[in-house]
């Protein structure tokens, strides 16, 4: 049999990942640090509780995300009035097994609390937006990775022609609360990494196309105008059995990001499972497909540092709802580990990937 570097890593990874089955490497995490990059995962604080849970998290991850814990909704519920213990928990588990932490998110269109529109159109300047990332910023000053400042800003469908979305954000302060944003982070937190997070830049169809034209032109003109975004966070969120991502088009996108200086994070990879056969063999093994199709290309992109799931095991993940759900027995699996926190195709797809690029 010839072999090539792909074969020849692709074993290396294979017998890592048999290693580990054996607990004799630290899984994931062991394979992603040995190639100078990152895996985790989004958690809920509550999930700490979960003893194997927790033992999981320390092999697996060496990068955090909260779910929720930081997101406007749960740290303001009340103007002023302020609850970062779910977060500190999280940043406190991560700091006791060597585990950096990302931020998610200071400024986004949803998840906020029912105070906050009419705050905002009320609001005689930009404080009510600046105020809330220096907040959660300066508190976690030095200890965090990264920070996705602004969250999915874009939407071409709502007909700009810069592509914005059209926002409480935008509607009251402008274009310009973005460049804010950032500017107000850098202050913040200097040492940590700015990431702008979206996503639609995976997929292959015509949409995509526009959506990665309307992210670069937006990325461009940013960093013309001294905006500091650093990184690009593509969420990642797959579909199974929907139309595949176009690994040329992804490679070339990826490129561009790449020549703009910009670092590049997969920061809410998961494989939506639904209108398929009922067989889990079935579709694990089509997750675990459309999770290499995708990371295949974007760990070949030296720019990419990170690779994080959302949620790493099926255990957490609501059962849908309705009689269709309910005659079938469907329930997701679209993540790494299943409900036993077995392993799946897909934490198989992810070891590989990992194994196989090239360090950093």
Same mark, same amino acid.
């Given at each position: ?129 600046? /105020? ?40 009251? /302060? ?66 199974? /059995? ?119």
């Amino acid at each position: 049999m010839c072999l090539n570097r792909r074969t020849v890593l692709g074993a290396a990874a294979a017998g890592m990942l048999t290693a580990s089955a054996r607990g004799a490497e630290p899984g994931l995490r062991g394979i992603a640090s040995t190639h100078g990059r990152f895996y985790g995962t989004a958690a809920g604080s509550y999930q700490l509780n979960d003893a194997g849970f927790a033992a999981t998290l320390a092999r697996e991850v060496n990068i955090l995300v909260p779910e929720y814990e930081l997101k406007r909704l749960i740290v303001e519920p009340k103007p002023g009035q302020f609850d970062f213990s779910g977060a500190d928990m999280l940043a406190n588990f991560a700091a006791a097994h060597g585990i950096k932490m990302r931020g998610h998110t200071c400024v986004w269109y949803a998840a906020n609390p029912p105070w906050l529109d009419e705050k905002v159109f009320s609001a005689p300047d930009d404080e009510i937006m600046t /105020f809330f990332i220096t907040k959660m910023m300066a508190r976690y000053k030095g200890r965090f990775h990264s920070w996705d400042v602004v969250n999915e800003a874009l939407w071409p469908p709502d007909g700009r022609p810069d592509g914005l979305r059209n926002s409480i954000w935008l509607k009251r /302060f402008g274009p310009s609360y973005i460049d804010l944003a950032y500017h107000t982070a850098k202050a913040a937190d200097p040492g940590a990494l700015l990431v702008y997070n979206d996503w639609g830049c995976e997929g292959g169809e015509a949409w995509n196309d526009r959506f990665r034209a309307v992210t670069l032109k937006f990325l461009e003109d940013a960093r013309a105008r001294g905006v500091p975004i650093e990184a690009l966070g593509l969420q990642g969120h797959l579909n199974a /059995f929907g139309p595949p991502v176009d690994q040329k088009k992804l490679r070339l996108f990826l490129d561009e990001v790449k020549a703009m200086g910009l670092k590049i994070l997969i920061t809410e990879l998961d494989v939506d499972d639904s209108k398929a056969p009922l067989d889990v063999r079935v579709r694990d093994a089509a997750v675990g497909d459309a999770t290499a199709r995708f990371l295949d290309v974007v760990l070949d992109n030296s720019a990419c540092e990170a690779v994080l799931s959302w949620g790493l095991t099926d255990r957490y993940l609501h059962k849908p709802e309705g009689l269709t759900a309910a005659l079938t027995g469907y329930s997701p699996r679209k993540l790494p580990l299943n409900s036993d926190l077995e392993r799946k195709p897909m934490y198989g797809a992810i070891a590989r990937a990992l194994g196989m690029a090239p360090s950093r």
